[in-house]
C-alpha cells in the first residue's frame, strides 16, 4: 500500500479498504472523512499545462459550489472571465440570459428591448449592458420586466434608455431591479457646466443642471422639479445627500402630477444617498 508525507514528514496511510487508485480519502482523529478525487472523474484535477499548475473543479456535468467563509481574502492573480451575449436592434425583443453577465447591445440598426428575468430568479445578482455602437440616443433601448409588478428603480413600469454610449449596471436584490447609468450624453459638445447649489429646507428648485447637496439634518425635507416643459428634453439634476438621509429623508417630487421613473416621488434614506434624474420634457427619469 502507497505511503505518502506531509509537509513536517509525518507519514499519511490510507485507510483499510481504500485504495490509492483515483482518490485519496484522509480521516481525521474524530473519524470525519475528508475525499480528494483525482484522475479521470476530473471531480478535482491537478495537471500541468505549458508548464503551468491548472485545477480543475467538476465534471462538467455536475458542476460544484463554492461557499466561502469567514474573514479572509480571496484574491485571483489570472483576472476574471464573463459569459458575453451580443444583441443587435431589430426591432425585437430579447430575454435576459440569467448565464450572461455582460451584454452587448447593437441598435445601429434598429431599437432593441430586453425583458428583464423575475427577480426571485436571481437575487443579488449583477449584470451589465454596453451600448455596443454608441447609438441608444438614436436607437433606444428598453429594459422591459417579465411580470407587471416587477419594479425598476421602484417604479412598475419599462425603463428607456436613450443616452449614447451607455454602460448599464443592472442589480437584483430578488425583489426588484436597481439601475446604475455610466455613459456620454449624445450631443457632440463637451460636457454640460454644473451648478451646484445647497437646500436645507423644503423647497422648488429651479434651473436646470445642478448639483443638489442636500442637507436634511433639520428634519426631513422634500425637493420638487421644475416643470418638464420648462426645463426641457435633456435638462437634469443630481441630488446628493451628505449624510444626514438615513436619519431624516429627502425626497423628491415632479411638478404637479409629473412622475419620476412613473412614479409621483423618489425618496433618498441612506447617508450619502445620491440620484440624478433626466428630463424628457414630459416627465422625469432616473439616470
Avoid at 29 to 54: R, W
Avoid at 66 to 75: E, I, N, P, R
Avoid at 107 to 125: D, I, R
Wanted: hydrophobic share 35%; charged share 15%.
Amino acid at each position: 500500500m502507497p505511503l505518502h508525507k506531509n509537509l513536517s514528514g509525518a507519514e499519511l496511510h490510507y485507510p483499510l479498504g481504500r485504495s490509492s487508485e483515483g482518490s485519496l480519502l484522509l480521516e481525521d482523529d474524530l473519524a470525519n472523512s475528508y475525499q480528494i478525487k483525482l484522475g479521470s472523474d476530473n471531480q478535482f484535477n491537478i495537471s500541468t499545462v505549458n508548464s503551468a499548475e491548472e485545477i480543475t473543479f467538476g465534471n462538467g456535468v455536475q458542476n460544484p459550489k463554492f461557499t466561502f467563509t469567514g474573514t479572509g481574502l480571496f484574491s485571483s492573480g489570472g483576472g476574471h472571465k464573463y459569459a458575453l451575449t451580443s444583441l443587435e436592434g431589430l426591432g425585437s425583443g430579447h430575454d435576459m440570459d440569467s448565464s450572461s453577465f455582460v451584454v452587448l447591445v447593437d441598435t445601429s440598426s434598429g431599437t432593441e428591448s430586453y425583458e428583464l428575468l423575475t427577480p426571485a430568479t436571481v437575487p443579488n445578482q449583477l449584470f451589465l449592458i454596453i451600448d455596443e455602437k454608441n447609438t441608444f440616443g438614436t436607437n433606444n433601448l428598453t429594459l422591459t420586466r417579465k411580470l407587471p409588478g416587477d419594479k425598476i428603480d421602484y417604479a412598475a413600469s419599462d425603463k428607456v434608455i436613450s443616452d449614447d454610449g451607455a454602460r448599464i449596471w443592472l442589480f437584483c436584490d430578488g425583489t426588484d431591479w436597481y439601475t446604475f447609468i455610466d455613459g456620454a450624453s449624445s450631443g457632440g459638445g463637451g460636457a454640460t457646466a454644473i451648478t451646484v447649489e445647497s437646500k436645507s429646507t423644503t423647497t422648488a428648485l429651479t434651473g436646470t443642471n445642478k448639483l443638489i447637496k442636500a442637507d436634511s439634518s433639520g428634519g426631513s425635507i422634500t425637493l420638487t422639479l421644475p416643470a418638464a416643459a420648462t426645463a426641457g428634453a435633456g435638462a437634469f439634476f443630481i441630488i446628493k445627500d451628505i449624510g444626514n438621509a438615513g436619519t431624516n429623508s429627502i425626497v423628491l417630487e415632479g411638478n404637479a402630477s409629473e412622475t419620476i421613473d412613473g412614479a409621483l416621488n423618489l425618496t433618498l434614506a441612506a447617508n450619502y444617498a445620491s440620484a440624478e434624474v433626466v428630463c424628457d420634457a414630459s416627465n422625469w427619469w432616473v439616470r
